[in-house]
């Protein structure tokens, strides 16, 4: 489904030098490394947040590198930014509403919708709130929900899991497998790199700006390089 070939991208003093990483149809693949390894730039370069300075983004076999954000998400890549960035002052289900600001048809909303809060009844139950008033927990659901209504074809995260409690975390991971069960590709940057490995087919370790290693989620959590460095063994 996505396809990156060579992607070389400077945004504020960082490098990216070459990278180059495939996201097969239905699968979840996952970029892990160190804080300011390049993941989230990377990310951030997919979904037309940063230009290129060179390299191929393919989605579908389409060439949308340098796109805008919001022609990409029509596309159906849609974004689940590090910090959530809800709107505060928009109840919780005008932030969901947002998410589907593209989208024409009615009824698959409203479907979408009450899917949304199947995944989230905690959402449901808070749906009149406005969204600064929910915990960090219900905000990182929030912003899946939101970005699960442009109904994407590929959805990225980035950094989901960061600032949530061991059990918020494992119910966020648990929904990202129940989301991809229902058919959404997902590529996921997370710096909890067990739980990431643990739920991808496909991984790549990222550092200073390179890959540098590449496997099967159970290949990379054997991995002795990966176990030191990411896992704390």
Do not use: C
Not at 115 to 133: A, M
Not at 170 to 197: C, H, M, P, S, Y
Request: charged share 25%; glycine share 12%.
């Amino acid at each position: 489904m996505l396809s990156v070939k060579e992607l070389h991208v400077y945004y504020e003093a960082f490098t990216l030098s070459g990278i180059s990483l495939e996201v097969p149809q239905g699968k979840i693949v996952t970029l892990i490394g160190a804080n300011g390894a390049g993941k989230s730039t990377t990310l951030r370069a997919i979904v037309g947040l940063v230009r290129p300075r060179s390299g191929s983004i393919k989605l579908g076999g389409q060439e949308v590198a340098g796109r805008p954000t919001h022609w990409l998400i029509q596309q159906g890549i849609t974004m689940v930014p590090e910090g959530r960035r809800i709107f505060p002052n928009l109840t919780v289900q005008e932030n969901l509403e947002i998410g589907a600001y593209y989208r024409t048809d009615r009824a698959g909303i409203e479907r979408d919708l009450a899917w949304v809060y199947s995944l989230f009844p905690r959402l449901q139950e808070r749906r009149r709130q406005k969204g600064g008033t929910l915990s960090g927990g219900e905000q990182q659901m929030l912003a899946i929900g939101r970005a699960l209504m442009s109904r994407p074809r590929l959805l990225a995260l980035d950094e989901p899991s960061l600032g949530l409690a061991p059990l918020l975390v494992k119910e966020v991971f648990r929904v990202l497998r129940e989301i991809n069960d229902q058919g959404t590709t997902i590529l996921l940057v997370e710096q909890n790199a067990r739980a990431a490995l643990q739920l991808a087919d496909y991984g790549y370790v990222m550092e200073t700006g390179q890959i540098v290693l590449e496997g099967t989620g159970r290949d990379l959590l054997g991995n002795e390089r990966v176990r030191r460095a990411y896992l704390g063994e």
